[in-house]
């Protein structure tokens, strides 16, 4: 009988180990179409949407500027290890494995090891006494034996919605430090904007100053009206003004560049790198079924997963619960005793429960479980929506910026030779010493322009890279 009742436990065992609960599978929303390629058009070289030829997104010059840049990559492994929102994330992974841990057994057999010994006085009437003290031992020692057999499958639902769980926390840890790297990229790329446009406001306030104290000396001799004199101060005191706030900006940044790297916020100086060109275009024919990839999307997707089989688990609480229960072990008055064969013991048993009167309780968890699946399609379809929206938005972003810069690119050209004409004019005294200035001063207003458009191409290059599900980790 002992090794009958082993066997049978270990066979117990094997079987539910092997019907482990396993993840839940995607499905598609039918409610929602998708189309095969994008809508916009990053370029007019965006239109070959059936091109065999496709450059991978990541083939590019641009992104090599970041990939290779020790001062920024060392910047976002930091942040990773330190960044506060990660180690929450973190948190919350290892939370839902262990959940995970805690239910997963509920599949298996309970096993109890029960250990008892009691010792009692009793009072036995009789004739010729009224009472006798009398003493007995009762020891025990058992193995006990519980399991819920999962025929309805409601056991899995619960392991499978845990299981969902985790693999929602799993994504979303790895959307934040996704989200962490790219914020950490674009504070180091506005804080290295900043710094080229500080460079030539300084030069842009070096000229305004010889070309006020021009205008001063023409005051003082008669040759101008006082407006034209006082005008110029204001142009000056403006140049000097716009670059404290830039100086403000780029402390501030640096303190926000801090914090995301897990260091306390102060406003650290880095070498300043000039920002590059964009010269390549978005390759065509991205397929827009790549963006489902993007583990924040893969987040909410398992959440809904889980609504699924929650909702299935509520169902099944309608039906009757089967469980097995048996014990075996050694009953004996005597302690050393306790392990002869003789004193053996076992039993086993079936225990059927069907909820009868609950008070509506079932139906409402099922009630309840429905609109939260309703709730997660919705949320679902949204979040996917919003991300298309993020790509299409950059990808018309992409064209547009693409085209005013090669216009102001256009302008700037020109302004050097405007600038270069007047140079040489005044240098063989052809020329007035105010229109070089001015022409000067004209050439870095271009050059700051050109620079905040170049900027603006980098960022939004990175805001499609994120929003494409692509990862600066």
Aim: charged share 20%; net charge neutral; aromatic share 8%.
């Amino acid at each position: 009988m002992h090794r009958l009742f082993t066997i049978s436990l270990i066979l117990i065992a094997g079987i539910l180990l092997c019907a482990c609960a396993t993840s839940v599978k995607q499905k598609e929303l039918k409610t929602m179409a998708i189309p095969d390629n994008w809508q916009s058009e990053s370029s007019s070289q965006y239109t070959d949407k059936d091109s065999t030829d496709r450059m991978d997104f990541t083939d590019s010059t641009w992104f090599d500027y970041f990939e290779n840049n020790t001062q920024l990559q060392a910047l976002i492994e930091q942040g990773i290890l330190s960044n506060k929102d990660l180690v929450i994330a973190s948190s919350r992974v290892d939370r839902a494995l262990a959940e995970l841990r805690v239910i997963q057994p509920n599949r298996l057999p309970t096993v109890d090891i029960n250990a008892q010994g009691k010792r009692q006085k009793i009072n036995e009437a009789s004739q010729t006494l009224l009472s006798t003290e009398a003493f007995s031992n009762d020891y025990t020692a058992s193995l006990g034996l519980r399991w819920e057999i999962d025929l309805w499958g409601s056991l899995r639902n619960q392991v499978q919605f845990s299981r969902a769980q985790l693999e929602s926390s799993q994504a979303n840890l790895k959307y934040a430090q996704m989200s962490i790297a790219s914020q950490i990229t674009k504070t180091w790329l506005s804080i290295m904007h900043i710094q080229g446009q500080i460079s030539l406001l300084e030069e842009h306030e070096k000229l305004q100053s010889l070309y006020l104290k021009s205008i001063e000396e023409r005051y003082q001799r008669g040759l101008i009206f006082a407006e034209l004199y006082l005008y110029e101060k204001n142009k000056t005191q403006a140049v000097f003004e716009t670059l404290n706030e830039l100086y403000t900006e780029r402390d501030q940044l640096s303190r926000s560049l801090a914090l995301l790297i897990g260091e306390y916020p102060d406003a650290k100086t880095l070498s300043y790198q000039p920002l590059p060109d964009l010269l390549e275009t978005i390759p065509a024919g991205i397929p827009s079924d790549l963006l489902l990839n993007r583990p924040d999307l893969i987040a909410i997707e398992r959440q809904l997963a889980g609504s699924r089989v929650q909702l299935k688990s509520a169902k099944k609480q309608r039906l009757p619960k089967i469980s097995l229960t048996g014990a075996l072990g050694n009953a004996s008055p005597e302690l050393n005793n306790l392990i002869d064969s003789s004193n053996a013991f076992w039993n086993v048993g079936v225990n059927l429960a069907q909820p009868l009167i609950n008070y509506g309780r079932i139906n409402a968890n099922i009630r309840a479980s429905k609109a939260q699946l309703l709730e997660a399609e919705a949320t679902y379809e949204k979040v996917i929506l919003n991300a298309f929206m993020e790509v299409e938005n950059a990808l018309s972003n992409e064209s547009y910026l693409q085209d005013i810069h090669k216009s102001n690119t256009l302008v700037l050209d020109q302004t050097k030779d405007i600038a270069a004409i007047n140079k040489t004019k005044y240098k063989e005294g052809n020329g007035e010493f105010l229109n070089y200035l001015s022409s000067k001063i004209a050439l870095v207003q271009s050059q700051r322009q050109n620079l905040q458009l170049k900027y603006n191409k980098l960022k939004n290059r990175i805001n499609l890279y994120l929003a494409l599900g692509y990862s600066f980790i």
